[in-house]
């Protein structure tokens, strides 16, 4: 990857603008009497642009492309040849570009990888790290030559990993996986600054059980099956080890492993070490975020909720930990009580402690004591059952909440307004769409989904309503911001509540006056300067964090009463000030670039 060198970083020094590696990297723009001094006077055509005329034509050529795929393709050679541009490109159309980087296209682009990889990048580039299995006991080989391979001091702050084996609701994509780390790390850098030079996407290519990919004579990865679980732990131990020892500090973001393997490397590391899963403790987050935002408009109390899960999984779980969470230290509702407010329902109906299989250890703490002999059998008994106020998704299973299921939810809730969280992803793992969960609810619903939907038109009065997305892009970019400022020993449950508490916070007036869930996406890089703050400050009161500087600036300047026990996401105004000075943002003029560089 051919990225900025990165910014001091210094916790009290503010960054300074971005310089390339090679000045050639800004194209047209390179100013003519630097052309002279370099000796490249006529080796390029003269015209000499500003940065709107190379936007204005890689927005044009983005456009002109016929498909998704072709898009992202598009964009990641331009990454990997003009960072300052293509990072221009992304924040100033954000909503437009991030669908192509990240889902819903990235699902397709890991489907293909193996097909596409070597046009995503000129030859010999480092787009990151592949550890295959057999070389784990060569990692710290590995990592030599990854330093060896970025501009000096560029070490990395932060690193998105995976061994591509449930990514989205694709399944076992192997390898071709690595798509999920470089599409994290461009959102890190978008929404939240963080600077592209210490990023660093990592693939634990450790096989594949999916005989697709073993059988394509293109697939670029291990042709084998995956290890047993000892096999796993043991090579994957070996590989955070070195990545600790090698980058102090490091913040690891694990994503898309399978369930049992995100849970256990979770509890394994989580105490020890800068952590954190996305699938478990960002979509638990986000979603809570909405759900915060979903009781306060639903129109009855918190405590006569009863929330239907569909889907299992580590995601799943993760996230109706994280509402009984809010439940308890929010409206002060009993543990036991609070879980009691939660049913889910799995490839084998709703999951009771005598249903009569052996369930999954993750299953364990929300199956159903109280049912008796009543046993459903799949989502319409399970409804019947429940009655729930809130249905949530994550069973990647298409059109799940068809429109009988959506039309009796909407019955079920006719003295308040249901709530409807399809969130799998990509869009053809989504339960429902919006425009039917509008259609099935008489426009009442309180939606969020994982992937992009349209706008609605409400056909009888022409109001347009837009759709909630409970995208993780909202929490975990300014989890990665506040754990590079705050360096915490570790990643609490508390800390993710204070980010849900800030997200659901952040909405403006307008939005709130909308009824809509999620701070509009546009906004996105002022909300994750807002939630970093709070991150930071939480951190501080939790005698975690270990900059002295955030340490100081927080004690000086106290957010709220908030305790490290009880967060509210809030933040004061002075710790915001000094975020949004130490995030990341590409230059905006070549003299803003080349200046450090070229002392111009």
Same mark, same amino acid.
């Given at each position: 990857m051919l990225m900025a060198p990165a910014v001091s970083s /210094?916790?009290? @020094? *503010?960054? @300074? @603008?971005? *310089?390339?590696k090679k000045p050639l990297s800004i194209g047209t723009a390179l100013p003519y009497e630097t052309r002279t001094a370099m000796h490249i006077k006529g080796l390029v055509p003269s015209a000499v642009e500003d940065f709107s005329a190379q936007e204005t034509r890689a927005l044009e050529q983005l456009k002109a492309? =016929?498909?998704?795929?072709?898009?992202?393709? #598009?964009?990641?050679?331009?990454r990997n040849t003009n960072i300052d541009l293509f990072y221009r490109l992304v924040i100033h159309n954000l909503k437009e570009i991030a669908p192509i980087i990240y889902t819903p296209t990235v699902g397709q682009a890991c489907q293909e990888f193996s097909h596409i990889y070597p046009f995503l990048a000129p030859p010999n580039t480092v787009d990151g790290l592949y550890i295959p299995l057999d070389e784990v006991d060569n990692i710290d080989e590995i990592l030599n030559n990854y330093r060896a391979s970025v501009p000096p001091g560029c070490v990395p702050e932060t690193t998105v990993i995976t061994d591509g084996s449930r990514i989205l609701g694709l399944g076992d994509l192997g390898m071709n996986g690595m798509g999920i780390p470089v599409g994290k790390l461009q959102l890190y850098v978008a929404a939240a600054g963080l600077d592209p030079a210490r990023c660093l996407p990592i693939v634990l290519d450790f096989g594949t059980d999916n005989a697709k990919y073993r059988d394509d004579p293109l697939y670029l990865g291990l042709r084998r099956e995956r290890p047993d679980d000892n096999e796993f732990y043991a090579a994957t131990d070996k590989v955070l080890t070195a990545l600790a020892? *090698? #980058?102090? =500090?490091? #913040?690891?973001q694990f994503e898309d492993f399978n369930t049992p393997h995100a849970f256990g490397l979770l509890d394994r590391w989580r105490n020890s070490t800068l952590c954190f899963n996305d699938d478990i403790q960002g979509t638990g987050s986000v979603i809570l975020a909405g759900f915060i935002s979903a009781i306060r408009l639903a129109g009855i109390p918190a405590q006569d909720h009863r929330v239907l899960f569909v889907g299992a999984g580590s995601a799943g779980v993760g996230v109706a930990k994280q509402l009984v969470d809010y439940l308890v230290i929010e409206h002060k509702i009993p543990e036991e009580k609070a879980k009691a407010m939660f049913w889910f329902v799995d490839s084998r109906g709703m999951i009771t402690a005598n249903r009569g299989d052996k369930l999954a250890e993750h299953k364990i703490y929300f199956a159903r004591h109280d049912n008796d002999s009543t046993q459903c059998k799949d989502l319409a008994d399970t409804l019947e059952y429940v009655k729930p106020t809130a249905l949530i998704g994550l069973s990647t299973i298409y059109k799940a909440f068809n429109e009988k299921i959506l039309t009796r939810m909407s019955q079920l809730n006719a003295q308040n307004r249901p709530i409807i969280f399809p969130l799998s992803n990509p869009k053809t793992k989504a339960e429902c769409t919006f425009e039917e969960a509008m259609r099935c609810t008489d426009n009442r619903v309180l939606f969020a989904s994982g992937t992009a939907f349209p706008e609605y038109k409400i056909p009888e009065t022409g109001e347009v309503r837009v759709p909630g997305q409970g995208n993780n892009m909202y929490v975990f970019p300014p989890i990665g911001l506040g754990a590079k400022l705050a360096k915490p020993k570790r990643i609490t449950d508390s800390l993710i509540f @204070?980010? /849900?508490k800030s997200l659901s916070n952040s909405l403006s007036s307008d939005e709130i006056a909308r009824g809509e869930l999620y701070p509009r996406i546009e906004r996105i890089r002022e909300t994750s300067a807002q939630i970093a703050a709070a991150f930071v400050h939480q951190a501080v009161r939790e005698g975690l964090a270990q900059d002295q500087f955030w340490?100081?600036?927080?004690t000086a300047n106290p957010a709220s009463s908030a305790t490290a026990s009880s967060p509210d996401g809030s933040y004061s105004q002075p710790v915001l000030e000094e975020v949004l000075k130490r995030m990341w943002a590409?230059?905006?003029?070549?003299?803003?670039?080349? *200046?450090p560089k070229l002392k111009l």
């Amino acid at each position: 990857m051919l990225m900025a060198p990165a910014v001091s970083s /210094s916790s009290a @020094a *503010a960054p @300074a @603008a971005s *310089a390339p590696k090679k000045p050639l990297s800004i194209g047209t723009a390179l100013p003519y009497e630097t052309r002279t001094a370099m000796h490249i006077k006529g080796l390029v055509p003269s015209a000499v642009e500003d940065f709107s005329a190379q936007e204005t034509r890689a927005l044009e050529q983005l456009k002109a492309k =016929g498909t998704d795929l072709e898009k992202y393709i #598009f964009l990641s050679w331009l990454r990997n040849t003009n960072i300052d541009l293509f990072y221009r490109l992304v924040i100033h159309n954000l909503k437009e570009i991030a669908p192509i980087i990240y889902t819903p296209t990235v699902g397709q682009a890991c489907q293909e990888f193996s097909h596409i990889y070597p046009f995503l990048a000129p030859p010999n580039t480092v787009d990151g790290l592949y550890i295959p299995l057999d070389e784990v006991d060569n990692i710290d080989e590995i990592l030599n030559n990854y330093r060896a391979s970025v501009p000096p001091g560029c070490v990395p702050e932060t690193t998105v990993i995976t061994d591509g084996s449930r990514i989205l609701g694709l399944g076992d994509l192997g390898m071709n996986g690595m798509g999920i780390p470089v599409g994290k790390l461009q959102l890190y850098v978008a929404a939240a600054g963080l600077d592209p030079a210490r990023c660093l996407p990592i693939v634990l290519d450790f096989g594949t059980d999916n005989a697709k990919y073993r059988d394509d004579p293109l697939y670029l990865g291990l042709r084998r099956e995956r290890p047993d679980d000892n096999e796993f732990y043991a090579a994957t131990d070996k590989v955070l080890t070195a990545l600790a020892k *090698a #980058f102090p =500090g490091i #913040f690891i973001q694990f994503e898309d492993f399978n369930t049992p393997h995100a849970f256990g490397l979770l509890d394994r590391w989580r105490n020890s070490t800068l952590c954190f899963n996305d699938d478990i403790q960002g979509t638990g987050s986000v979603i809570l975020a909405g759900f915060i935002s979903a009781i306060r408009l639903a129109g009855i109390p918190a405590q006569d909720h009863r929330v239907l899960f569909v889907g299992a999984g580590s995601a799943g779980v993760g996230v109706a930990k994280q509402l009984v969470d809010y439940l308890v230290i929010e409206h002060k509702i009993p543990e036991e009580k609070a879980k009691a407010m939660f049913w889910f329902v799995d490839s084998r109906g709703m999951i009771t402690a005598n249903r009569g299989d052996k369930l999954a250890e993750h299953k364990i703490y929300f199956a159903r004591h109280d049912n008796d002999s009543t046993q459903c059998k799949d989502l319409a008994d399970t409804l019947e059952y429940v009655k729930p106020t809130a249905l949530i998704g994550l069973s990647t299973i298409y059109k799940a909440f068809n429109e009988k299921i959506l039309t009796r939810m909407s019955q079920l809730n006719a003295q308040n307004r249901p709530i409807i969280f399809p969130l799998s992803n990509p869009k053809t793992k989504a339960e429902c769409t919006f425009e039917e969960a509008m259609r099935c609810t008489d426009n009442r619903v309180l939606f969020a989904s994982g992937t992009a939907f349209p706008e609605y038109k409400i056909p009888e009065t022409g109001e347009v309503r837009v759709p909630g997305q409970g995208n993780n892009m909202y929490v975990f970019p300014p989890i990665g911001l506040g754990a590079k400022l705050a360096k915490p020993k570790r990643i609490t449950d508390s800390l993710i509540f @204070a980010v /849900s508490k800030s997200l659901s916070n952040s909405l403006s007036s307008d939005e709130i006056a909308r009824g809509e869930l999620y701070p509009r996406i546009e906004r996105i890089r002022e909300t994750s300067a807002q939630i970093a703050a709070a991150f930071v400050h939480q951190a501080v009161r939790e005698g975690l964090a270990q900059d002295q500087f955030w340490i100081d600036l927080v004690t000086a300047n106290p957010a709220s009463s908030a305790t490290a026990s009880s967060p509210d996401g809030s933040y004061s105004q002075p710790v915001l000030e000094e975020v949004l000075k130490r995030m990341w943002a590409p230059a905006e003029s070549v003299h803003q670039l080349l *200046a450090p560089k070229l002392k111009l």
